[in-house]
């Protein structure tokens, strides 16, 4: 057993000055969270380090500038609004390398606020739905404070944390944050249809969240002997699996095993993953690692971005110089699956937005490169597949011009024409 106190009660070991992990996504502990903004007027400079929380994020509030800075190591909508306006900060950082800034101690933490299962017998809770850098945090941090819940699921792999290293426990009994999205658009659709010719059976995939990763998922359903490592796990899945097109039995490490570092999406989906022996779930140090990923044959990585320019330069977290998101781990899958054995890495997205291409001559001003030109190899919008590697910048501008919107062509094919010259 273990001694509970109230959410008040946990959160006054937090002190002003000090740095304050918050865990992610599904598993944001929003009672304690809560609670920390309710003592805003006895604290200062708390630095608040997390990924992308789901909720309001209500310590990112202009009127708390004072008490709480945010330092995201992914930034969510709840925050953009605190970063573009110089009230958060953004620090860049691959995910496979996120865990190392605890680990390390460049970030040394002082608490950690997290989001557990129930102990069990043997009193060791689980990190349920987020693993992904709570696993370093949990292990650095001086304080740890764990919000204890019994519908979070418990997932095997190695989030696994007694119940001693809490310094304050917090019984809740709440759901889980739920993520339901549309279905796919004609676009997404044409899109992921593009994706779905490129991958093979007994293929490793990854993918993300959204409407393109989810359309992809669903094109796999002809697939056989499909294999999952991917950072994150969501509903999209779920179908696959049933299908029976998703066994891992063609994965070197893991095999049989989906492998994750983080779990998003609706009840059905926690439900499934809940003491789940097919699911493990890693911190991403290992999950991203890039030596890792390789030992998969025929990795099919399949990512997004806001903009590519005509040779190749992908923008994947940053509206010219707006931050958008992050970095996350698209350059660890991208580079893990062009190392690994028949492996592709695919950067898949909608050709126009708001009316304006994608395809762009260059980036715009202040624009992030997250995937290098040299990196780039699949380029999908619902026009086709351009395919860059091993094409030099010239041929790279053709390959992409023939996927942009045709309202777009021909700008792109003068400027084109303007810089590099040819037919």
Same mark, same amino acid.
């Given at each position: 057993?273990?001694?509970?106190?109230?959410?008040?009660?946990?959160?006054?070991?937090?002190?002003?000055?000090?740095?304050? @992990?918050?865990?992610?996504?599904?598993?944001?502990?929003?009672?304690?969270?809560?609670?920390?903004?309710? &003592?805003?007027?006895? *604290? $200062?400079?708390?630095?608040?380090?997390?990924?992308?929380?789901?909720?309001?994020?209500?310590?990112?509030?202009?009127?708390?500038?004072?008490? @709480? #800075?945010?330092?995201?190591?992914?930034?969510?909508?709840?925050?953009?609004?605190?970063?573009?306006?110089?009230?958060?900060?953004?620090?860049? !950082?691959?995910?496979?390398?996120?865990?190392?800034?605890? $680990?390390?101690?460049?970030?040394? *933490?002082?608490?950690?606020?997290?989001?557990?299962?129930?102990?069990?017998?043997? /009193?060791?809770?689980?990190?349920?739905?987020?693993?992904?850098?709570?696993?370093?945090?949990?292990?650095?941090?001086?304080? !740890?404070?764990?919000?204890?819940?019994?519908?979070?699921? &418990?997932?095997?792999?190695?989030?696994?944390?007694?119940?001693? #290293? @809490?310094?304050?426990?917090?019984?809740?009994?709440?759901?889980?944050?739920?993520?339901?999205?549309?279905?796919?658009?004609?676009?997404?659709?044409?899109?992921? #249809?593009?994706?779905?010719?490129?991958?093979?059976?007994?293929?490793?995939?990854?993918?993300?969240? /959204?409407?393109?990763?989810?359309?992809?998922?669903?094109?796999?359903?002809?697939?056989?002997?499909?294999?999952?490592?991917?950072?994150?796990?969501?509903?999209?899945?779920?179908?696959?699996?049933?299908?029976?097109?998703?066994?891992?039995?063609?994965?070197?490490?893991? $095999?049989?095993?989906?492998?994750?570092?983080?779990?998003?999406?609706?009840?059905?989906?926690?439900?499934?993953?809940?003491?789940?022996?097919?699911?493990?779930?890693?911190?991403?140090?290992?999950?991203?690692?890039?030596?890792?990923?390789?030992?998969?044959?025929?990795?099919?990585?399949?990512?997004?971005?806001?903009?590519?320019?005509?040779?190749?330069? !992908?923008?994947?977290?940053?509206?010219?110089?707006?931050?958008?998101?992050?970095?996350?781990?698209?350059?660890?899958?991208?580079?893990?699956?062009?190392?690994?054995?028949?492996?592709?890495?695919?950067?898949?997205?909608?050709?126009?937005?708001?009316?304006?291409?994608?395809?762009?001559?260059?980036?715009?001003?202040?624009?992030?490169?997250?995937?290098? #030109?040299?990196?780039?190899?699949?380029?999908?919008?619902?026009?086709?597949?351009?395919?860059?590697?091993?094409?030099?910048?010239?041929? &790279?501008?053709?390959?992409?011009?023939?996927?942009?919107?045709?309202?777009?062509?021909?700008?792109?094919?003068?400027?084109?024409?303007?810089?590099?010259?040819?037919?």
């Amino acid at each position: 057993m273990y001694a509970t106190v109230t959410a008040q009660q946990a959160v006054a070991l937090v002190r002003s000055g000090q740095r304050v @992990f918050v865990q992610g996504a599904a598993a944001t502990p929003m009672v304690l969270l809560d609670a920390l903004v309710q &003592r805003a007027s006895e *604290l $200062r400079d708390v630095e608040m380090v997390h990924l992308h929380l789901e909720g309001s994020a209500p310590h990112a509030a202009p009127e708390l500038a004072a008490s @709480f #800075r945010i330092n995201a190591l992914f930034v969510g909508a709840n925050v953009r609004a605190a970063v573009a306006e110089g009230r958060a900060d953004y620090l860049p !950082v691959f995910l496979s390398e996120a865990p190392a800034l605890f $680990r390390q101690r460049v970030l040394p *933490l002082d608490v950690a606020l997290i989001h557990v299962s129930p102990p069990d017998k043997h /009193g060791y809770c689980s990190l349920g739905t987020s693993v992904d850098v709570a696993a370093a945090a949990v292990e650095t941090a001086t304080t !740890v404070i764990a919000q204890i819940n019994p519908r979070m699921p &418990r997932t095997l792999g190695y989030g696994q944390v007694h119940v001693s #290293r @809490f310094a304050a426990c917090v019984d809740v009994d709440l759901p889980l944050p739920n993520s339901h999205r549309p279905p796919p658009s004609v676009a997404e659709q044409q899109i992921a #249809r593009h994706v779905a010719s490129l991958v093979e059976d007994g293929a490793t995939i990854q993918t993300g969240i /959204g409407g393109i990763p989810d359309a992809v998922l669903a094109a796999l359903h002809g697939h056989r002997r499909l294999g999952v490592h991917t950072e994150m796990f969501s509903d999209g899945l779920l179908p696959l699996v049933a299908s029976g097109a998703v066994t891992g039995e063609c994965k070197k490490l893991q $095999r049989g095993k989906i492998l994750s570092s983080f779990v998003v999406g609706s009840q059905a989906l926690y439900d499934f993953v809940h003491d789940n022996p097919i699911v493990e779930l890693r911190d991403s140090a290992y999950v991203n690692d890039t030596h890792v990923i390789r030992q998969n044959p025929n990795v099919t990585a399949i990512n997004s971005a806001l903009e590519i320019d005509l040779t190749g330069q !992908v923008c994947a977290d940053s509206l010219g110089e707006m931050i958008y998101s992050g970095v996350g781990g698209q350059m660890d899958f991208i580079r893990g699956a062009s190392l690994s054995p028949n492996g592709r890495a695919i950067i898949a997205l909608r050709s126009t937005a708001k009316g304006l291409s994608r395809i762009v001559p260059t980036l715009r001003p202040g624009s992030g490169v997250v995937t290098t #030109r040299a990196h780039a190899h699949y380029i999908v919008t619902e026009h086709g597949i351009a395919s860059l590697h091993g094409k030099n910048l010239r041929q &790279r501008a053709t390959a992409l011009i023939a996927v942009a919107a045709p309202e777009h062509r021909e700008a792109l094919s003068a400027a084109a024409h303007t810089r590099f010259g040819g037919k």
